[in-house]
């Protein structure tokens, strides 16, 4: 699902399992690549919904960072609202726990993701303006970021794209931008990059080809249309 529409909007209950390219991209991977995680897909949307809000033309490596960074925080305030509901189909605790992990990899750093959301954000929208669209599509190094994700949970031969291979390929190569927000911390993105590595690293050897995974968007149902959070 490339063509992003407003990222307000409830997920679509059609069942169709997220894929890591677009409709009209021209590849075969998508036929052999892993599926994105629950958590991994709610922060694209999210990215989108950065995207939009600054009226940027693409979804950049800077917003999808920022969606993976607030998942957790956008999560729990869904589930404060009463917007967050099982039907039955997946255990919503992995799904916090896929954010939570993500929260303490960067804590390990003394980051908060909540202020690195908020300084990551100034810093994208310096020198940003435009009119917002109704359909964000990812910019070409964006689609690059997620397939080196892909190709991480193939290495590490995991079945799904989770938030930590998406943030290990966003730190891969951080650009000028992602840079210079992680250094107002005092943080070398380098530094960061290796460290999340290693906690990935050590997050997929523990998982098993055999576990049970919940796959595609159709499990959650958000009642209402807020990823504005």
């Known amino acids: 699902m490339e063509a992003l529409q407003h990222p307000w909007y409830a997920l679509q209950p059609s069942g169709a399992i997220p894929s890591l390219h677009g409709n009209g991209e021209d590849t075969n991977e998508a036929i052999t690549m892993p599926t994105l995680s629950q958590g991994a897909y709610i922060a694209w949307q999210l990215a989108a919904g950065e995207a939009m809000h600054i009226g940027q033309r693409y979804i950049e490596n800077e917003d999808v960072f920022i969606g993976v960074c607030k998942l957790g925080t956008w999560l729990r305030s869904m589930k404060q609202r009463g917007r967050l509901v099982p039907?039955?189909?997946?255990?919503?605790?992995?799904?916090?726990?896929?954010?939570?992990?993500?929260?303490?990899?960067?804590?390990?750093?003394?980051?908060?993701?909540?202020?690195?959301?908020?300084?990551?954000?100034?810093?994208?929208?310096?020198?940003?303006?435009?009119?917002?669209?109704?359909?964000?599509?990812?910019s070409k190094a964006c689609k690059m970021s997620f397939q080196r994700a892909a190709a991480l949970a193939v290495a590490a031969q995991v079945e799904e794209v989770h938030c930590l291979h998406v943030l290990v390929a966003l730190l891969e190569r951080p650009g000028a931008l992602l840079t210079r927000a992680v250094g107002i911390f005092g943080v070398n993105v380098k530094e960061l990059h290796s460290g999340i590595v290693a906690i990935t690293s050590a997050l997929d050897a523990r998982q098993t080809r055999a576990e049970s995974k919940a796959?595609?968007?159709?499990?959650?149902?958000?009642v209402g249309m807020d990823f504005d959070t």
């Open 215 to 222: 796959k595609g968007v159709s499990h959650l149902i958000y």
């Open 87 to 138: 039907n039955g189909k997946i255990d919503l605790r992995a799904l916090f726990t896929e954010a939570e992990t993500v929260e303490e990899a960067l804590q390990t750093f003394a980051l908060s993701h909540a202020i690195l959301v908020n300084t990551v954000r100034t810093v994208v929208e310096k020198g940003t303006a435009g009119q917002p669209k109704r359909i964000m599509h990812r």
